[in-house]
């Protein structure tokens, strides 16, 4: 069963990286097609769309993966009278709730965003809640009978539903500047489509697995159903929703405060495009940052952290560790050729100040996201869940209080202060429930400085060069950015194993391991062996 439960494990993280990938590329032709005013008007949908996403992905199934697991811990047969149809109906009642206020108040909600032209686009998006009940329910039944393809599958398939949908809707839409507003609605047909495909896949892999019962061998457990998917689903959901939550704060505090920063409205609306630029590079450099990070850690839970504390410790910090180099190797990279990466993926280099300002969020997200994963592993959800809740919070004063005095810059010093706070949280919890982890201790404060001063002296002779040179085909300036970036994290790569930011322990579980023992000079004490 444990072998069953990690490559189910694998099976999640990779459809997780593949739908990651998808749903931060595609955002690039979206912009270059509709422009900054389309990208705008997606970004203001997109939040509502990624929060039911989200439900429908890990908040519910996670509720009703538990329920699952303690029916046939108890040996309750999963029968369609006493488990489906309750169950089906609260998820109604939830969905169809959220469904309902956000249908008749998208006049209202378009307001609060300062753009009444965007209510049809959010009127659609009710209808993707309708299905999140039967995904949610069967991807749930599906993972407490241990059975990770199916959530994976349909994962992958309503994501590529979706991108393509998008994009070809994108295309058609590009150049019709009085149906820009479509690209709203289009995003809306997209989610629902992309949860059609899902269910279908969901519905063939329930058949295949006959998980179905019609007899009765229990009461009804009301309560404990509703206790467990309003609360720990909602809750499981949350910590799945940092990113989105940062934009939904954007989508409605953004546009009114750039308008008070004296802009007008079009033009608020499209320096609010040009701002959303910096979402898909953030998530992309997250991606690289946490998911590899996250890839070291086999299995995180306190029997673990009791029975084995050794491995359990090595590779917790293994884990951070990777995951504040990585990051910050992204970020001090990204700054330096952001506006070479801004004209390649953008055709300009309009808001680079700003968004510089902005992708620190790779850095401070990345670490945010690993501990608060490892907390979440350990049986913290709640106190996770309550931090971002927080970071929501400031950052929604702050832009209130910022954007006003300063534009797209106070919005983005509005999300760094705000993923600093949560990460700081974070990471004082880390060490308040692991305190032999040492996280600080083992990190070398060479190797925080001296590879990353390294990439950047190399990135800013390359940029001399270049600049002496000239590039001026979009050709010519994608050849230099992948040059520019891989070599650049070679440079970096090989710095930090060089001055020994790793041990040998943890070198081992890197990629080309063997090869990056030759350039390292990693201590040979076992890290768990340590006092």
Not at 84 to 93: A, K, R
Not at 347 to 375: E, F, H, N, W
Not at 507 to 521: D, Q, T, V, Y
Request: hydrophobic share 55%; glycine share 8%; proline share 3%.
């Amino acid at each position: 069963m444990d072998n069953k439960l990690v490559k189910g494990a694998l099976l999640l993280t990779v459809a997780g990286f593949i739908s990651k990938l998808l749903s931060a590329g595609y955002r690039i032709p979206l912009q270059n097609m509709t422009g900054d005013l389309g990208f705008y008007i997606y970004q203001q949908v997109y939040p509502i769309l990624g929060i039911a996403l989200v439900l429908s992905l890990y908040g519910f199934p996670s509720a009703i993966s538990k329920v699952t697991v303690d029916m046939k811990g108890a040996n309750k047969q999963l029968s369609i009278t006493n488990f489906y149809i309750p169950l089906l109906f609260i998820l109604f009642t939830i969905n169809g709730a959220i469904a309902v206020v956000l249908y008749f108040n998208a006049d209202t909600i378009a307001c609060w965003m300062g753009n009444i032209h965007l209510q049809q686009g959010l009127k659609l998006s009710a209808f993707v809640f309708i299905f999140i009940p039967f995904t949610a329910l069967l991807r749930g039944v599906s993972q407490g009978n241990y059975q990770m393809k199916p959530t994976a599958l349909s994962q992958i398939g309503e994501q590529c539903t979706r991108v393509c949908i998008i994009i070809a809707a994108a295309a058609v839409i590009a150049g019709k500047h009085n149906h820009i507003y479509d690209i709203g609605s289009a995003a809306a047909i997209a989610a629902i489509a992309g949860g059609v495909v899902a269910l279908i896949i969901l519905v063939g892999s329930l058949q295949k697995q006959n998980l179905l019962n019609r007899t009765v061998f229990f009461p009804i457990p009301w309560r404990y159903y509703l206790k467990t998917v309003a609360i720990f689903g909602l809750i499981a959901a949350l910590n799945h929703m940092l990113l989105l939550l940062i934009q939904f704060a954007d989508a409605f505090t953004l546009v009114p405060g750039l308008v008070k920063h004296s802009l007008s409205a079009f033009e608020a609306m499209e320096a609010k495009g040009v701002f959303d630029r910096g979402q898909p590079l953030i998530q992309l450099g997250t991606v690289v940052g946490s998911s590899f990070a996250l890839a070291l850690i086999p299995s995180i839970s306190k029997e673990e952290r009791s029975q084995s504390p050794g491995p359990f410790y090595f590779h917790i910090r293994a884990a951070m560790k990777c995951s504040i180099y990585l990051a910050i190797g992204a970020t001090i990279g990204l700054v330096m050729i952001f506006p070479e990466v801004n004209m390649l993926l953008f055709q300009d280099d309009k808001g680079t100040g700003s968004l510089r300002t902005l992708v620190v969020a790779i850095l401070l997200c990345s670490v945010a996201i690993t501990a608060a994963s490892i907390l979440q592993g350990l049986g913290y959800v709640k106190r996770t869940a309550m931090f971002i809740l927080l970071a929501l919070l400031i950052k929604w004063l702050l832009n209130q209080l910022l954007v006003p005095l300063w534009g797209l810059t106070g919005s983005a010093i509005a999300t760094v202060t705000s993923l600093l706070v949560l990460c700081c949280l974070d990471l004082i919890e880390l060490k308040r429930k692991l305190p032999k982890l040492h996280l600080v201790k083992s990190l070398k404060w060479r190797s925080l400085i001296i590879p990353g001063l390294g990439m950047a002296v190399y990135l800013f002779f390359i940029q001399i060069i270049t600049t002496m040179v000239g590039i001026e085909t979009r050709v010519g300036l994608l050849i230099y950015v992948l040059v520019v970036v891989l070599t650049g994290a070679l440079v970096y790569l090989l710095l930090l194993i060089k001055i020994g930011a790793f041990t040998k322990e943890e070198i081992k579980l890197l990629p080309f391991s063997s090869l990056l023992a030759r350039f390292g000079k990693g201590e040979d004490v076992c890290v768990w062996r340590r006092k």
